[in-house]
Nanobody, 117 residues
Framework: QVQLVESGGGLVQPGGSLRLSCAAS????????MGWYRQAPGKQRELVAT???????TYVDSVKGRFTISRDNAKSTVHLQMNSLKPEDTAVYYC???????????WGQGTLVTVAS
């Protein structure tokens, strides 16, 4: 089982960029589909992006063209590069690891991203 620790959140002005990182400890990082979710105040948690061990990615429509998810299997890390940030991107962002063959889902503690002037 992996443990996840996020970093990189903070306050940024509209139009700015942030890069979130998620470090995974434990074994078999490649066995997990990694994802980023976010939860804005008063809203449900939503899936932002996923990446499998082969690098195949998916994105929610609202971030396509602005966010990029990547992973380094050798370093057991996953990143979310966020560009052209908007106030509506303000949320707590959570790293997620989902194992498929032997089902298991793990969450990080979350990191706050605030987009405001």
């Amino acid at each position: 089982q992996v443990q996840l620790v996020e970093s990189g959140g903070g306050l940024v002005q509209p139009g700015g960029s942030l890069r979130l990182s998620c470090a995974a400890s434990g074994s078999s990082f490649k066995a997990y589909v990694m994802g980023w979710y976010r939860q804005a105040p008063g809203k449900q948690r939503e899936l932002v992006a996923t990446i499998n061990s082969d690098g195949k990615t998916t994105y929610v429509d609202s971030v396509k063209g602005r966010f990029t998810i990547s992973r380094d299997n050798a370093k057991s890390t996953v990143h979310l590069q966020m560009n052209s940030l908007k106030p509506e991107d303000t949320a707590v962002y959570y790293c997620n690891a989902k194992r498929v063959l032997i089902p298991l889902e793990v969450w990080g503690q979350g990191t706050l991203v605030t987009v405001a002037s």
